[in-house]
């Protein structure tokens, strides 16, 4: 009895392969569209199964199912290894992302480099390939072997350096002794990690020039890393101070324009050390200890800056590589030119123009004249001040805490504006809340406390104007201390 052409086996396959390899292959894709959007490891694996191994099959089925062409025919035995090298290649895919899918620190898998897992897969595709060929095509595995062996010996003599590069980098990887983003120092020269391949490591320096060393040299090089086994760095300074002024008055400026330094730790402290006594100065070196490697030239930039200031306002001297020659004694007074000037600059303010000529020369015969750099606290909290700051150049801002710690500005300041006025109250304790900051490099002449209380009972107008600024700013102090905002009070 005759089969009707939909029961033979020629029309079922076909209908495989018009109807279920494509919904297959739609499903596929569906479920591969949802795991890429949740970026799981298992889509790289499904992808390989609908683009390679469904395809190869379908192709299977076809010439040998539909078609009728047997095994041993060329055209097969080349889909089936084609079958088999995709199969091998999807369950390696699988057994990687099982595996190393989701790798969390400290585990075995987070310890095993790319690098390795990547030439491990590879010899396995390679030795199952091979056996596929010995399967389908009956050929000789042994003389493969063999031949493999031979070849390998010739292209390794060849490539030595380049295996040589490959074995090293693995080495390395494994050993990591630095990682993406670490700070390198390698013979003299100093860069960031940013890329480790299997041939060399790729170095950026601050003058943004790319270095790449082969993995090879790096090996057998001794490295230093700035970020392990800590991020924590000690960076020094070193500076010299005249002979003149006392070690311990400089270490103690020296300590505190490091602590007022950004990005300088005040856990552990600024070390500061006396080195050696030189031809023109006795040197110190600062160590500084930081945790961002990357903004080291800042840092130094900005303390080194700051001691120049630091040292002008403390009276500390530091001196040139030359021979100084002391004739006379030291002017206990200031000389005429420089008293002069200090009048002017005191002339040149609204409250001390009409002041007599012998009450401003008093005043600026024991006035001060001092420098700040940039975002230097001029007023620190909780430190006593005593003294009235006049601005000769520059601009400064007086900030206060609210009751939630937050910093709220007060007032800015510029040239012909004073600060410092709390401290001729003597009851108040107000002065011990603000800050006084330079928004510019700032100069300021500095009026002693005492001798300003015996010119404000000899000036009653100058007093009520300085009383009014302190009502005024004690009414700001109050409210900024009670507000919740961040911003400008008055």
């Not at 290649?89 to 992302?97: E, K, T």
């Not at 300590?255 to 030189?278: R, S, W």
Request: with cysteine; net charge neutral; proline share 4%.
């Amino acid at each position: 009895m005759e089969q009707s052409f939909w029961q033979e086996g020629s029309f079922i396959w076909g209908l495989v392969l018009i109807i279920v390899f494509p919904l297959l292959i739609l499903v596929l894709g569906e479920i591969l569209l949802r795991l890429r959007k949740r970026n799981h490891s298992i889509a790289a694996t499904l992808q390989i199964v609908r683009n390679l191994v469904l395809p190869s099959w379908a192709l299977f089925i076809l010439l040998n199912k539909v078609l009728g062409l047997q095994g041993d025919r060329p055209v097969m035995q080349v889909v089936e290894t084609l079958i088999g090298v995709c199969a091998i290649h999807a369950v390696l895919s699988l057994a990687n992302a099982l595996l190393f899918g989701e790798i969390k620190v400290g585990t075995w898998q987070s310890k095993i480099p790319k690098l390795f897992r990547d030439l491990i897969r590879f010899f396995l595709i390679a030795i199952g390939t091979a056996l596929v060929l010995s399967v389908v095509w009956n050929a000789d595995l042994g003389g493969f072997i063999a031949a493999f062996g031979v070849g390998s010996i010739v292209l390794g003599l060849a490539l030595q350096d380049t295996l040589g590069n490959l074995f090293s980098g693995i080495a390395l990887l494994f050993e990591r002794p630095f990682n993406l983003g670490d700070w390198l120092e390698f013979n003299g020269l100093k860069g960031k990690v940013v890329e480790i391949n299997w041939r060399s490591v790729h170095l950026l320096t601050r003058e943004l020039e790319l270095l790449i060393i082969p993995n090879a040299i790096l090996a057998k090089e001794v490295l230093r890393n700035y970020h392990l086994p800590q991020k924590l760095h000690v960076e020094p300074v070193d500076i010299g101070f005249s002979y003149n002024d006392p070690p311990n008055k400089v270490k103690q400026v020296l300590k505190e324009t490091a602590l007022a330094t950004k990005g300088v730790l005040d856990k552990p402290e600024p070390v500061i050390q006396t080195i050696d006594y030189g031809d023109s100065s006795i040197n110190y070196r600062v160590r500084l200890f930081l945790t961002d490697y990357d903004k080291v030239p800042q840092i130094r930039d900005e303390f080194i800056t700051r001691i120049w200031y630091a040292a002008n306002r403390y009276d500390l001297n530091i001196p040139f590589p030359i021979r100084t020659l002391y004739h006379q004694h030291p002017i206990k007074f200031k000389p005429d030119e420089l008293l002069a000037r200090f009048v002017d600059y005191l002339r040149s303010f609204p409250s001390f123009v009409s002041i007599d000529q012998e009450i401003l020369e008093k005043l600026a015969q024991d006035a001060l004249l001092k420098h700040f750099g940039t975002g230097e606290p001029v007023i620190n909290r909780g430190i006593k001040h005593t003294g009235l700051y006049l601005i000769i150049a520059g601009q400064a801002k007086i900030s206060v805490q609210n009751n939630s710690g937050t910093e709220i500005e007060i007032v800015t300041l510029s040239r012909g504006e004073f600060f410092g006025e709390m401290a001729l109250l003597t009851q108040s304790n107000l002065s011990s809340s603000l800050l006084v900051t330079a928004i510019e490099d700032l100069e300021v002449m500095i009026l002693k406390t005492e001798t300003l209380q015996l010119i404000l009972d000899r000036v009653p107008r100058l007093a009520q104007e300085i009383g009014a600024v302190i009502e005024t700013r004690r009414k700001a102090i109050r409210i900024a201390q009670k507000s919740s905002n961040n911003g400008k009070v008055i």
